[in-house]
C-alpha cells in the first residue's frame, strides 16, 4: 500500500510559479514510477508529467513543456512539479500517482487527494 499526499498548490498570479510536493509513506517509491495528472473541472483528468523510478527518464505533456519540471528525491520518498510560467488554464486541481512510468491514467495504481491550483488573469 502506497499512500501520496499533495502540497503546495494555492492562488497565484498569470505568470507566476508554483512547487508541488507530494510525499509518499511506504517502501516501494523508489520502485515506482511517478505521475502527475490534473482534472479541470468539467474535462477529464489529463497527464502532466511522469518521471521514472531512478529519475533519468521524463515525460511531459506538451501542453506544459518547457513550464514544468517534474522531479524526484528517492532519499526523501518525494515527487515535485515545478511549475513556472503559470497560465489560467493551467487551473486544475492536481494529481499525483504512483505506479508505471507513463502517460495514461491505468499504469497508476495509488492516487493523492488532489491539491488545487488556480491562475488568476
Known amino acids: 500500500q502506497v499512500q501520496l499526499v499533495e502540497s503546495g498548490g494555492g492562488l497565484v498570479q498569470a505568470g507566476g510559479s508554483l512547487r508541488l510536493s507530494c510525499a509518499a509513506s511506504?517502501?516501494?517509491?523508489?520502485?515506482?514510477?511517478m505521475g502527475w495528472f490534473r482534472q479541470a473541472p468539467g474535462k477529464e483528468r489529463e497527464f502532466v508529467a511522469t518521471i521514472s523510478r531512478s529519475g533519468d527518464f521524463r515525460i511531459h505533456a506538451d501542453s506544459v513543456k518547457g513550464r514544468f519540471t517534474i522531479s524526484r528525491d528517492n532519499a526523501k520518498n518525494t515527487v515535485y512539479l515545478q511549475m513556472n510560467s503559470l497560465k489560467p488554464e493551467d487551473t486544475a486541481v492536481y494529481y499525483c500517482?504512483?505506479?508505471?512510468?507513463?502517460?495514461?491514467?491505468?499504469?497508476?495504481?495509488?492516487w493523492g487527494q488532489g491539491t488545487q491550483v488556480t491562475v488568476s488573469s
Open positions: 500517482a504512483a505506479g508505471a512510468f507513463g502517460v495514461i491514467k491505468s499504469n497508476y495504481d495509488y
Open positions: 511506504g517502501r516501494t517509491f523508489s520502485r515506482s514510477g
